[in-house]
């Protein structure tokens, strides 16, 4: 198999020829069809994470179809389609896992981050935490709704049920949610990097009620904004937005510091909150959910050798929707 192998933080990654991995008890083997492109990958590979660990295959977006099975795998078929998310691995016994809380466990395994990911032709995953597919849509087209479209589907339930919401950063996850949150009745406010015309376009191509800067004030209070930018400015900036009682969520596994505000800007119960990592439990609701609405993603491909092309254009933002990398 190749891998794109992050050796030393900052990178850049290696294209690299590894021995074919046999799975392990419980384990599956994946042939790569497609692997997202996420922002994590990014704050992965600055070593922006606590322990961050090299060398790391990264990709946590993957789509691919089984090739191998380790003792004790059930209900999957060889050549069956498979999505594998962030959450590789939890340990079913902590506090956090019992209740049906294991997006909080104390000893998680992460795909593409504590474990190799799917930057690379073919993966190793538990067989427990990937997700069976069909056979609708290009694997291209899947790969953004494993970790994009899932924790912006946590993200989306944990702002509540406004009917005006905001999203700060317009890229993978805020153009799938965007088509989610309009299919239930809400209207979408777009918040992209200022002067950022093209985005706004593309925000207001997929329905968008409006489409502004970061530094603008939407048209009326909202209800709820979601941050997906990694920007701890955009907090206070996002809690002057919302009405009395509105909720503000931080999806992104890591932001910049959050500058001091007053408190009057939390008064009159607005609440701040954050999202981390996905259950399984969303991943099934949301991926039943998402041929059902006819969610269309955007992507850019590219070829898993392009792998840090796809990281600097993402990192840039000089594409729209969501890259995804391709064997
Ligand atoms: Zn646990
Ligand atoms: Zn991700």
Excluded at 143 to 160: E, F, Q, S, V
């Amino acid at each position: 198999m190749h891998a794109m192998v992050l050796k030393a933080l900052r990178g850049p990654l290696q294209w690299t020829e590894l021995p074919d991995q046999a799975p392990g008890p419980g384990q599956i083997r994946v042939r790569v069809g497609a692997c997202g492109v996420c922002r994590t990958d990014l704050h992965v590979v600055d070593g922006e994470l606590p322990a961050p660990r090299v060398p790391i295959v990264p990709g946590h977006e993957i789509i691919g179809r089984v090739d191998a099975f380790g003792p004790g795998v059930q209900g999957l078929v060889p050549g069956q389609r498979v999505g594998i998310p962030w959450l590789g691995h939890t340990c079913g016994s902590c506090a956090y896992c019992r209740m049906q809380s294991e997006n909080l466990c104390d000893r998680p395994g992460f795909t593409g981050y504590t474990q190799d990911g799917g930057y690379a032709t073919a993966a190793v995953a538990d067989a427990r935490f990937a997700f069976p597919l069909g056979e609708q849509g290009s694997d291209e087209s899947l790969a953004p709704l494993l970790c994009a479209g899932l924790i912006g589907w946590r993200a989306l339930r944990i702002a509540g049920d406004g009917k005006r919401l905001g999203l700060y950063g317009f890229g993978a996850a805020a153009h799938i949610l965007a088509q989610v949150a309009q299919r239930q009745g809400r209207s979408v406010f777009a918040f992209t990097r200022p002067g950022d015309q093209g985005t706004q376009d593309f925000a207001r191509s997929l329905g968008a009620a409006w489409a502004g800067g970061s530094d603008e004030m939407p048209p009326g209070l909202l209800d709820a904004a979601i941050i997906f930018a990694p920007v701890g400015g955009l907090v206070p900036v996002a809690l002057k937005a919302v009405r009395k009682g509105g909720r503000v969520v931080c999806a992104g596994i890591h932001m910049s510091d959050i500058p001091g505000f007053p408190y009057s800007m939390l008064w009159e119960e607005r609440a701040l909150l954050s999202v981390a990592n996905l259950t399984r439990q969303d991943g099934l609701e949301f991926l039943a959910l998402a041929p059902r609405i006819g969610i269309v993603t955007k992507t850019v491909r590219y070829p898993l050798r392009q792998a840090n092309e796809a990281l600097a254009d993402l990192r840039a933002g000089r594409f729209e929707g969501a890259a995804v990398l391709v064997p």
